[in-house]
């Protein structure tokens, strides 16, 4: 703890930042986050979304995040744009060949994996291969997490991981 007076500490500034970033990544792609909306699934062909997503994890240190997302491609290849409700770029995170890049304002990262990358920035696994099948409104599974998909004909995702710890809740609303 800093006495009265102290100015505050540099490391306490990189960790708040850096748990920002987590969340903000998080529903990431998550990752992946969360609201998405479109009135009907999208062709089978499609593989573009865009909408709002949200993500929230329980626990001793309690985060939330959420954003506006443009997301194409599948689990091998494709690109994941954060935006602010302004419209402005937060990050932008793209993947293809076994390779992750993240760019958020001057920092850019790198991963030999989407997941390894998205693992390292936010602190969670984010089942990436199951998420794009949930948005093209296919049940898939991935160990710990459960998909409700009975939205998706409004535009609507939810998945919670009950475990591992700490639990974790993703929402996707999609716009029309």
């Known amino acids: 703890m800093q006495a009265h007076g102290e100015a505050p500490r540099p490391e306490s500034g990189i ?6 970033m987590v ?5 990431c ?3 992946i986050s969360g609201c998405a909306q479109p009135t009907r699934s999208p062709p089978p062909d499609d593989d573009s979304w865009r909408g709002r997503i949200a993500l929230q994890v329980e626990g001793q240190a309690a985060q939330s995040f959420s954003a506006m997302f ?4 599948n689990p091998e290849n494709g690109g994941l744009v954060l935006l ?4 402005n770029r937060i990050a932008q ?13 001057q920092e850019t990262r790198t991963s030999d994996s989407l997941e390894t990358l998205l693992l390292d920035v936010t602190g969670t696994r984010i089942p990436v291969a199951a998420l794009f099948s949930w948005l093209n409104g296919i ?5 710990g997490w459960q998909a409700d998909l009975s939205g ?4 609507r995702l939810t998945a919670l991981r009950n475990h591992p710890a700490p639990q974790a809740t993703l929402r996707i609303l999609l716009t029309r």
């Open 70 to 73: 443009e997301l194409h491609g």
């Open 29 to 31: 792609v998550l990752w």
């Open 84 to 87: 602010s409700p302004f419209g």
């Open 93 to 105: 995170l793209d993947w293809n060949d076994g390779k992750a890049q993240l760019q958020s304002g």
């Open 15 to 20: 960790a708040f930042q850096r748990r920002w």
């Open 139 to 143: 049940q898939a599974t991935a160990p």
């Open 152 to 155: 998706m004909p409004d535009g």
């Open 23 to 27: 969340l903000w990544i998080t529903f």
